[in-house]
């Protein structure tokens, strides 16, 4: 709840530029992992691009604009095409996740060209913008560790039970809804504060 209640309105655009960049990331991961594997889906399914508007889930922006951590919009997967079967897409999912965190220290030496290259004003707000992806990039990582349909994780259930696919997909908005009270509630807080003790005072 504290990062509703510090918001600014800068704030608000840093997070929500920042939240739409690693849509990008995070979702071109996915699918360029998951093709590497073998499975074609995420390609087919228009998701093999860094554009961020291929990924972007609208209530995941949103969420991660106000409190720091959301979603990107579900990627479909089909284990029997993963040269590695289904424990290969639970690979990709884990993989993706990790890649992500891993442009953290990427984008801890941009700021550092930044603030060399650019005029200060200009250098302050994409360093403040940056500053958020990494804050935002932990929080959505963590929050998508969790196995729930509509996170990235969740896309190991479809996996599983391929004969129920729709209607795990019918399941995604009401368990994202159910995610997003308990992170309004602050039954879900933002892990970044004690993994990356530098973005405590955001």
């Known amino acids: ?21 690693y849509s990008g990331v995070l979702g071109f991961l996915l699918a360029i992992l998951a093709r590497l594997l073998g499975d074609p889906r995420p390609k087919f399914d228009g998701r093999l691009t860094l554009n961020p508007f291929a990924h972007m889930a609208p209530s995941g ?16 997967y089909d284990g029997s095409k993963n040269r590695w079967g289904k424990p290969g897409v639970l690979l990709v999912l884990l993989g993706g996740l990790l890649l992500s965190l891993l442009t953290l220290p990427l984008v801890d030496i ?9 005029p ?10 940056l500053m958020h992806y990494q804050q935002i ?10 196995p729930l349909p509509g996170l990235v994780c969740g896309a190991i259930w479809p996996v599983l039970r391929p004969d129920r696919e729709k209607r795990i997909m019918r399941k995604e908005p009401v368990m994202l809804a159910v995610v ?16 990356l003790p530098y973005f405590s005072s955001l």
């Open 1 to 21: 709840m504290n990062l509703l209640q510090d918001i600014t309105i800068g704030a608000f655009v840093s997070r929500l530029v920042a939240m739409v960049l």
């Open 61 to 76: 922006v949103l969420l991660a604009t106000l409190f720091g951590m959301g979603w990107i919009r579900p990627m479909r």
């Open 110 to 118: 941009l700021r550092r060209v930044l603030v060399n290259l650019l």
């Open 120 to 129: 200060l004003s200009i250098a302050n707000i994409v360093i403040y913008v």
């Open 137 to 146: 990039a932990v929080g959505t990582a963590a929050l998508n560790l969790l």
């Open 180 to 195: 997003a009270a308990a992170i309004v509630a602050g039954f879900i807080s933002n892990p970044a504060s004690w993994l």
